[in-house]
């Protein structure tokens, strides 16, 4: 990201010098993947790739934004703040400024330039990372003031999940608002959905996370995740639980013949993806990269064939990178029917590994993939600087 650049757009458009910038990274979840909804675990690392925005603080309560990549300057009054069918990349900034208004925050104008390079709709979560943005945004807003907004990363990431639920209307879990609040650089984050509890996990050195977003249309994801959550909350009934996340795999084994088929698939892998979390927790701190990359492709053959959640693309970039030099290990990454697949690499095999998706890809599916070497990285921040450290 090119913060002095978006410095000087600010200066540019609003005749003035910005006094914060705010930013916010998008995510990769490394494995657990439809875990969260089940009060599950997810082992998520936070990207080095960010949602900015360079501002300063206003003297009245109207917020003013121009997008970079929309070409577009979106305007709201914090006393009235209303859904924007126009602007839709929009109504995620709306939405944080009124759930931090309803839970009791006093919120200061601001104007600012926004930017990210998280791919959007790609399923590295730009929506999350863009919440997150703008919660530090107001954060830097009021510092100094009277009516300084202080949060914790906890409850800055419950609060943009808020906005996202009941302001944007995406019924989406607290992994991504959580991780982009709260990654370290050089960690992945083991956090439990339930307690909001979570531990720092240390990612090996000499290793970077490839993530190819298959550019295929994502046209089932939306109902198939309804279906899917319903699916298994039927099986958590049957079960007498509360959710999966209270079935151990000795008691799902002795009773998974009580369960209708299909729901017995769906069960099996909350339960035994859950269980793969844990372990690859324990693999991460032996740092047997082996047994994380196993983890990892039974992960992927889990939500391909008893969740049923993978797609033609996401099989065929985990196909072509299983065996290739340096690749620890592959599988589809977030909700599915499309998006992105992910690998652990070997830093030395990255670049070769890259190029071998980059041409075997294409000629697999007459699609042309977007691929990005990621690292775990820091999660959200303010300065008032030009720049953050």
């Known amino acids: 990201m090119d913060i002095p650049s978006l410095c000087t757009a600010f200066q540019l458009r609003f005749g003035r010098a910005n006094t914060f910038v705010a930013r916010a990274p998008g995510r990769?979840?490394?494995?657990?993947?439809?875990?969260?909804?089940?009060?599950?675990?997810?082992?998520?690392?936070?990207?080095?790739?960010?949602v900015a925005l360079v501002g300063a603080q206003r003297d009245d309560r109207i917020v003013?934004?121009?997008?970079t990549d929309f070409a577009e300057c979106i305007e709201f009054s914090l006393d009235a703040v209303?859904?924007?069918?126009?602007?839709?990349?929009?109504?995620?900034?709306?939405g944080v400024a009124d759930i931090l208004q309803k839970a009791g925050y006093r919120l200061q104008g601001f104007d600012a330039v926004m930017q990210g390079d998280v791919p959007i709709a790609s399923g590295l979560s730009s929506s999350a990372a863009t919440e997150m943005a703008t919660v530090m945004a107001f954060v830097a807003s009021t510092h100094g003031s009277a009516t300084s907004l202080r949060l914790d990363g906890v409850r800055a990431a419950q609060l943009a999940q808020r906005a996202e639920n009941q302001f944007v209307g995406v019924n989406c879990g607290i992994m991504d608002q959580f991780i982009s609040s709260l990654g370290t650089a050089r960690h992945a984050?083991?956090?439990?959905?339930?307690?909001?509890?979570?531990?720092?996990?240390?990612?090996?050195n000499g290793a970077t996370v490839l993530v190819v977003d298959?550019?295929?249309?994502?046209?089932?994801?939306?109902?198939?995740?309804?279906?899917r959550r319903s699916e298994c909350e039927q099986g958590a009934r049957v079960l007498g639980a509360p959710s999966l996340r209270d079935v151990s795999v000795e008691e799902f084994e002795q009773r998974k013949g009580e369960l209708p088929a299909l729901i017995a698939r769906r069960c099996a892998h909350v339960v035994y993806e859950d269980q793969r979390v844990l372990d690859a927790v324990d693999a991460l701190r032996r740092n047997d990269m082996s047994a994380f990359g196993e983890l990892m492709y039974q992960s992927h053959a889990s939500l391909r064939d008893l969740y049923e959640v993978s797609s033609p693309?996401?099989?065929?970039?985990?196909?072509?990178?299983?065996?290739?030099?340096?690749?620890?290990?592959?599988?589809?990454?977030?909700a599915g029917f499309g998006g992105c697949a992910i690998a652990l690499v070997r830093d030395e095999y990255t670049r070769a590994v890259r190029e071998r998706v980059e041409s075997e890809y294409p000629r697999r599916t007459g699609r042309t993939p977007k691929v990005y070497s990621c690292v775990a990285?820091?999660?959200a921040s303010w300065s008032t600087t030009s720049s953050i450290g």
């Open 28 to 50: 990769v979840n490394l494995i657990g993947e439809h875990t969260d909804y089940n009060n599950g675990f997810v082992l998520p690392i936070a990207i080095d790739r960010d």
């Open 64 to 67: 003013r934004v121009y997008s």
């Open 82 to 94: 209303e859904h924007d069918l126009q602007h839709g990349w929009s109504n995620y900034l709306r």
């Open 189 to 204: 984050l083991l956090i439990d959905c339930r307690s909001l509890d979570y531990q720092m996990v240390p990612m090996p």
């Open 214 to 227: 298959t550019t295929a249309p994502r046209t089932l994801a939306g109902s198939a995740y309804n279906q």
């Open 313 to 334: 693309e996401l099989d065929t970039v985990v196909d072509i990178v299983r065996g290739q030099p340096g690749v620890l290990g592959a599988r589809m990454t977030g």
């Open 377 to 379: 990285s820091q999660g």
